[in-house]
């Protein structure tokens, strides 16, 4: 009943990652991988900036990080920063990390809302080293003693897609992995179970394999077009449905930060590598044209614009199953949400990492099917409701889009949690997930969303002691940023060469 072949159809992230994952797992265990992609159907070639778990990913390989920055020209990430979400005008960054530590196991951010309502202004992003490192364009690696303040935090990557995608795919077949290019013009199943037997590619071969990795992008060749799955659609919540897409110039040194700017009809992203800056306009076509779009894409570059504007096009939402048979759809293939919080590549990531736990056999179990689609639903209703939340916690009524998202109907999970931190400050804990409190503060905080009261706790603390902490926190974090080197020196002195 074991399983003797995989077939993964596409060669995008989502296909080499799967290779790479499932080759350092099973090559060795006489499983063999077959990958097929096709050259002329190409790769959706966006999806630069990652969250700190593709690092746990990397490692998972046995990747060293210096070759894999090398071969990617990826430079260090310590958050995204948002400009104009709560207000035109206003900014904050999502950082990697904590706001300062518990007292007395309550949470640091009581301290600071108590110091708040007594009139004791301060910025939630100066208790962050993060923060105050990104927007000094400052990074070096966690120096080891996670007591150290300019040592507790994570930290990503922006890098090129495409060549991670080539570099995986080195690793790959260096564990056996085939790689075949070709076209998939024909699926064929069991009759009597549904199950996919074999792939037909255009040159009249045939791949039969006992289990298939979808990651043939947003068309779902397998999951959607073969097996019917189903899409949940979430263009209600999340209605923006098209992107625009456009390298250019790198102007100044690299940071190490993802820019987010919100927009009258969607947002902008701006990504910086090592050798240029990745861009894009996401936007909801009813309130803008594509050409308003690239236009107010283009005026809006920091440097030269080096390739051409590519459209995209998309649907928010998921497969009602992202396991069905003996398929899994991972990656574009499997859902999409807008790259806000850059969170694909890591959905990626979570579904090869369940996949390996589950591992079937031919039996294909039901309940580890449900297990697994299970898991990954949560993933998936986890990041949208934080993804609208970004939205949703706005004070901006300059636009129709804005103005729909202030007069929507949240989904009930979203609307408890807001509810939960409207009233005193209280973060709910989720079960899978992977934003965790800290990344809610920094929204709502960041989005002027503020509670009417905090933890009562926090007032057993006698204010100046609590005042004196909150003061030395700021100041620790100060003095750690001055002593960080600069980012762009830092990439080079480690081995990064910046290509100007
Ligand atoms: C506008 C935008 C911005 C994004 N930004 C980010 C970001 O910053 N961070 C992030 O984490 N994610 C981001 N993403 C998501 C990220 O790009 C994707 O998750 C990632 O690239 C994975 O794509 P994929 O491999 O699933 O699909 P694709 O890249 O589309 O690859 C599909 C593969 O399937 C193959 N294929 C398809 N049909 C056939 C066939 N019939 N025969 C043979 N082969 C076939 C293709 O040749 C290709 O190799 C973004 C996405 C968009 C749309």
Redesign the pocket.
């Known amino acids: 009943m074991k399983i003797e072949k995989i077939c993964i159809?596409?060669?995008?992230?989502?296909?080499?990652?799967s290779a790479a994952g499932l080759s350092n797992k099973f090559s060795d265990l006489g499983i063999s991988i077959e990958l097929?992609?096709?050259?002329?159907?190409?790769?959706?070639?966006?999806?630069?900036?990652?969250?700190p778990h593709i690092r746990y990913f990397n490692n998972s390989l046995g990747i060293n990080e210096k070759d894999f920055m090398l071969a990617t020209r990826a430079t260090f990430k310590l958050g995204i920063e948002f400009c104009d979400w709560g207000k035109i005008g206003d900014q904050y960054v999502h950082p990697f990390g904590d706001y300062g530590i518990p007292i007395d196991n309550i949470e640091y951010h009581h301290f600071w809302l108590r110091l708040l309502q007594k009139g004791h202004k301060s910025r939630l992003c100066d208790h962050s080293f993060p923060v105050l490192a990104a927007e000094s364009g400052k990074f070096q690696h966690p120096q080891g003693d996670n007591n150290e303040i300019g040592s507790n935090f994570g930290y990503a990557y922006q890098f090129d897609?495409g060549l991670y995608?080539k570099f995986l795919r080195k690793y790959s077949e260096a564990r056996n992995v085939i790689r075949t290019e070709?076209?998939?013009?024909e699926v064929l199943q069991n009759h009597e179970n549904g199950n996919i037997t074999s792939i037909l590619?255009e040159d009249g071969s045939t791949i039969e394999a006992d289990i298939f990795i979808d990651?043939?992008?947003?068309?779902g060749?397998l999951i959607e077009q073969t097996l019917k799955t189903g899409y949940e659609d979430w263009s209600n919540w999340l209605p923006c449905n098209k992107?625009v897409?456009v390298q250019c110039e790198q102007e100044g040194p690299s940071l190490p930060y993802?820019r987010a700017t919100a927009r009258t009809a969607g947002w902008q992203?701006r990504?910086p590598l090592q050798h240029r800056t990745?861009n894009?306009y996401?936007y909801w076509d009813k309130y803008i044209s594509d050409d308003e779009a690239t236009h107010q894409l283009l005026s809006t570059l920091e440097g030269r614009a080096i390739t051409e504007p590519k459209q995209?096009f998309?649907k928010t939402g998921k497969r009602k199953k992202l396991w069905q048979k003996n398929v899994i759809a991972?990656?574009?293939?499997?859902g999409?949400m807008?790259?806000l919080e850059?969170?694909?590549?890591?959905?990626?990531q979570e579904g090869i990492t369940s996949l390996i736990e589950l591992f079937p056999d031919k039996s294909f179990p039901e309940s580890d099917i449900e297990e697994y689609n299970r898991r990954m639903n949560l993933n998936f209703d986890r990041v949208r409701d934080f993804l609208l939340l970004h939205y949703v916690a706005t004070q901006r009524d300059d636009s129709d889009m804005w103005n729909y998202f202030r007069n929507m109907t949240l989904p009930s999970s979203l609307k408890d949690k807001i509810t939960a931190w409207n009233n005193r400050g209280y973060l709910t804990k989720y079960e899978h997930g992977v934003f965790h409190p800290p990344s809610w503060l920094a929204v709502m905080a960041g989005q002027n969303l503020m509670p009417k009261s905090y933890d009562i706790r926090a007032n057993r603390i006698d204010y100046n002691i609590i005042k004196s902490k909150l003061d030395s926190i700021r100041n620790d974090n100060r003095i750690a940023v001055k002593n960080t080197p600069e980012h762009a020196s830092y990439l080079q002195e480690y081995g990064a060469s910046i290509v100007k």
Do not use: N, Q, Y
Request: some cysteine; glycine content about 20%.
């Open positions: 159809v596409g060669g995008g992230t989502a296909g080499w990652m097929v992609e096709s050259d002329k159907i190409g790769t959706v070639g966006v999806g630069e900036a990652t969250l897609s995608a070709g076209r998939v013009t590619l990651c043939s992008g947003f068309r060749l992107a897409a993802t992203w990504i990745g894009g996401v995209l998309f991972i990656g574009l293939s499997g999409f807008e790259p850059s969170t694909s590549i890591h959905l990626i």
